[in-house]
Structure formats: C-alpha cells, structure tokens
C-alpha cells in the first residue's frame, strides 16, 4: 500500500502530493523524495549550493528536526523551507552518501 504525504513550499498556497512507498515514510526519505520531484538536485556539480530542507507539521508547526530516521504515517501535511546548510552537510552531500543523518 502506498502512502501519500502532502507537502508544500512555506511560499506556495497549495499542498502537493507525494507519494511513497508504504503506510508511512522516515523523514530523510521524504526529503529526498521532494529533492527529486522539485528537481532541486539538477545543479549537483555545483557544491557551494549547500542547503537542507526543513519540514515541519502544518497543522501543529512542530519542526521535524534533527532525526531524519524519524517516521512520519501516511495522510500528514507538511510545510518545507529551504535552510542553508554547512559545506558537506547539505541534503544532496547526504544522498550522495546514502546516508539518513548527518555525521558528527
């Protein structure tokens, strides 16, 4: 069963859907999943765009950080900010490491 997490931009009026494998999705996945369908990752070459996706509840604005192997169930919607991130530590560095969290 696939689950659907809706999602939009702090800027953007409406929620999208994005979907997901699964009754519910961790939050690294999610992140690499709106990477992909916004194309933000097209300008990979080009490593001084370091920058990270907060993604935070729209109906409580609790902001999901820090633990990206956190679960997030079907049905939720989130809003998403692009943040800047330190060199090496952006979302494209860590899908490129295939990673889910930062490294300390």
Do not use: C, H
């Not at 300008?43 to 609790?62: G, K, Q, Y």
């Amino acid at each position: 069963m696939a689950s659907t997490i809706l999602y939009k931009f702090r800027s953007s009026t409406t929620f999208e859907p994005l979907p997901l494998p699964g009754t519910s999705a961790r939050l690294f996945d999610i992140k690499r999943a709106i990477v992909r369908a916004k194309k933000l990752d097209s300008s990979t070459s080009n490593t001084s765009l370091e920058f990270d996706l907060e993604i935070s509840n729209a109906a409580t604005n609790e902001v999901y950080d820090g633990d990206e192997s956190m679960i997030l169930p079907r049905g939720t919607r989130v809003v998403v900010r692009r943040v800047a991130a330190e060199r090496g530590r952006g979302i494209l560095s860590r899908m490129a490491q295939g990673g889910a969290g930062p490294s300390a």
